[in-house]
């Protein structure tokens, strides 16, 4: 074995590289540098993992991320947001006065104007024909919106949307008849900026997680996830995980879901409650069935020959301060005449509204009729805050009911 | 009855004859205030807000924060109280 000659500033060159990067102060014998070099982390090491699997891990270490999936895990990413998409709102609001149309490009990754032009003409039905109106994303994309107003032809308002050469939608707004016009309104064009690869695993952060944990075993990066998402062909699908802290799994869900499937994490209770709009009529409690796929179809049944009103609903207020929508999946529904509806409403003796203020009682609600049946239908409580009571309510004097995958307050 | 506009605002009165007349009695009793800080969408219509979210009717929700018009509807009804009580002196009645 040949033997090589080494200088002691060399080695005391190679100690103090040690030092500086364990931190630790003693003397380092030369036996024992190779040791000292093997334990140094070359990175920031991660005090989580993510797993994907049908079945739980074993033996899971601290904050271990478990995703019930078939499909296998290729990387995974932290955001609010969705990543590697986007999406613009194009509105067009016409002034019948000045005869005049508003354009406005809002770029929703974080929600800037990025582009607005008022488009003027000379008549109450003006006639322009491509107009360009040009816009860069908040991530550095060069984009046009081609556009035009119609005459005495709706949708009144058509356009083109590019961004970086490549069409990406079309504009359609303004609905109705010549006489009776609704101008105005707002579209939504999303496109993708890169593509996701297959597999990766998007965790959803944000403000209103039950979860949190240290990323890195040195240094302070907490987040805060609640819920998780995972590229399978080309769109994101929500999967069932659960994460491992203090020796015990818990079900990592979006606190938001007021209902999903199966997996509760609110209480509901079925309640025999009169509608305001019907509150000299009998008062009957719903039946929720809870099928084998998780969802719940809730059955009403009146007394025979009445128009009775009853309510599924949350057994506590929730509170809507950081939310902006309600959105249900329906399956299976069947309102044959009066009235089902997801509602925001005051836990009083009537639930509902069609009523003086004195008397009604809701703050918002969404009709459910029967074409509605296996829809995701989406209820604005932006205007809306504070503790409320949520429910789906009947007042019906047939039998009916509605069937509900998931119900979720969502804060985007 | 009440009217909404082509962003299915609802508003009190018609002055000029634009808006659509909505027969339904969702708002009896509410003040102007109250009124004009709702948006209904018809059963059949959708409307989007300005995040892209899309609403499909029928739909009846504040879009105004509804403590706003809550306070505004607890003051209507005092004035109304107040012109009711003076009514009824100005009657004789004794309140």
Redesign the interface.
């Known amino acids: 074995m040949a033997e090589y000659l080494i200088q002691d500033t060399t080695l005391t060159a190679i100690g103090d590289a040690i030092r500086t990067k364990t931190e630790k102060t003693n003397l380092i014998p030369v036996s024992g540098m190779a040791d000292e070099i093997l334990q140094i982390s070359s990175g920031a090491e991660l005090n989580f993992e993510v797993v994907g699997g049908t079945t739980k891990p074993a033996n899971p270490i601290e904050n271990t991320i478990w995703v019930n999936t078939e499909n296998e895990i290729t990387s995974w990413i932290f955001s609010a947001t969705e990543p590697y998409g986007n999406?613009l709102?194009i509105?067009a609001n016409?002034s019948?006065n000045s005869s005049s149309t508003k354009v406005s490009i809002?770029d929703?990754s974080n929600?800037a104007i990025i582009a607005s032009q008022t488009v003027t003409g000379t008549t109450y039905y003006s006639v322009f024909t491509d107009v360009v109106i040009s816009f860069t994303t908040a991530d550095g994309s060069k984009g046009t919106l081609t556009c035009s107003v119609r005459q005495n032809t709706t949708p009144f308002f058509v356009g083109t949307v590019v961004v970086d050469g490549v069409a990406v939608g079309t504009v359609s707004i303004g609905?109705g008849t010549n006489s009776?016009?609704?101008?105005?309104?707002?579209?939504?064009i999303s496109y993708t900026k890169n593509s996701a690869e297959d597999g990766m695993v998007w965790i959803v952060t944000s403000a209103v997680s039950d979860f949190e944990f240290n990323a890195l075993k040195k240094n302070a990066v907490q987040v805060y996830p609640n819920s998780l998402k995972q590229y399978v062909s080309g769109e994101w699908v929500e999967k069932p995980t659960e994460l491992y802290q203090n020796g015990a799994w818990t079900q990592f869900i979006d606190k938001g879901y007021l209902y999903y499937y199966s997996q509760q994490s609110y209480e509901w209770e079925a309640v025999a409650q009169k509608c305001v709009n019907a509150s000299n009529n009998a008062a009957v409690a719903p039946v929720p069935y809870y099928n084998s796929d998780g969802s719940v179809k809730i059955s009403f049944t009146p007394l025979s020959g009445s128009r009775c009103s009853g309510i599924f609903w949350l057994a506590e207020d929730f509170d809507l301060t950081n939310y902006?929508?309600l959105e249900i999946s329906l399956g299976e529904c069947y309102k044959p005449s009066v009235q089902i509806m997801l509602v925001v409403t005051k836990r009083n003796t009537y639930w509902g509204?069609?009523?003086?203020?004195?008397s009604g009682t809701?703050?918002?609600?969404?009709?459910i009729?029967t074409a509605?049946s296996n829809t995701i239908?989406?209820?604005?409580?932006?205007?809306?805050?504070?503790e409320k009571c949520i429910g789906i309510g009947f007042n019906e004097g047939s039998a009916c009911y509605a069937t509900m995958n998931y119900l979720k307050a969502k804060s985007? | 009855m009440f009217y909404i506009d082509s962003e299915y605002k609802c508003h009190a009165t018609n002055p000029n004859g634009e808006y659509r007349a909505i027969d339904k009695e969702l708002f009896n009793g509410m003040s102007d205030t109250f009124i004009e800080g709702y948006r209904y969408i018809p059963e059949g219509e959708s409307w989007t807000r300005s995040d892209g979210v899309t609403f499909k009717g029928e739909m009846v929700a504040p879009w105004k924060p509804y403590n706003e018009l809550d306070t505004a509807q607890r003051e209507y009804e005092r004035e109304k109280l107040t012109e009711c009580t003076e009514a009824l002196q100005v009657l004789g009645v004794e309140v």
């Open positions: 999406s709102v509105s016409h019948i809002v929703n929600n609905t009776s016009y609704a101008w105005n309104g707002a579209q939504t902006s929508t509204t069609d009523s003086t203020y004195s809701a703050y918002a609600y969404l009709n009729t509605l239908q989406t209820l604005d409580v932006s205007g809306i805050s504070g985007d």
